[in-house]
């Protein structure tokens, strides 16, 4: 069974926690790639210049294997890691959680530190709303127009979106469909006479 789908936001949420006068503040931010991330953790830093400590962690592809969190400069493994325990127990992909820490004059000692960054990062995912989306594979094919009804039949009943269409003598289509159903749809449509696929 293939894996066609995963789980990420739609916008940007913010989350708050406070502990002992230190504040944390939380984003959660839909990106697709790694530099989106870096250009998003320098525009908060030029943002919260003043902060203590900016933490964060990102999680990017269907797949959920690509992945990286940063202390900075707190305790090793209290902030980054427990912001990205937090992406992985929602099962999250493409999503970036800063969380900013204007320390309040009281040590939280490791596990209160712990607990303050992953409260903030759930905090951030609770106010988000989040969506399912398909992992699509685009198919293009090229045939004759005699052969138009067969492959149109096949679209139909499948129901592939269509990406563009063109119909002159030879016909060209692109096809958008679920992963798992592609290997169904290139299968029928190499049955059609003259069709090539690419």
Known sequence: ????????????????????????????????????????????RKKYYDANHLCWAYMLGPERNEFRSNDDGEPSSTAGKPILGQINSNSLTDILIIVIRYFGGIELGTSGLTAAYRTAAAEAIASASIEERTVDEDIQITFDYPNLNSVMRIVKELKPEILSQSFEMTCHITLRIRKSQSNELKNRLSKVESLEIQ
Request: hydrophobic share 35%.
């Open 1 to 44: 069974m293939i894996k066609d789908s995963y789980k990420t936001i739609k916008a940007i949420s913010e989350g708050y926690y406070s502990e002992k006068r230190s504040r944390f503040i939380a984003y959660a931010i839909p990106v697709k790639t790694a530099d989106e991330v870096k250009d998003w953790l320098s525009k908060f």
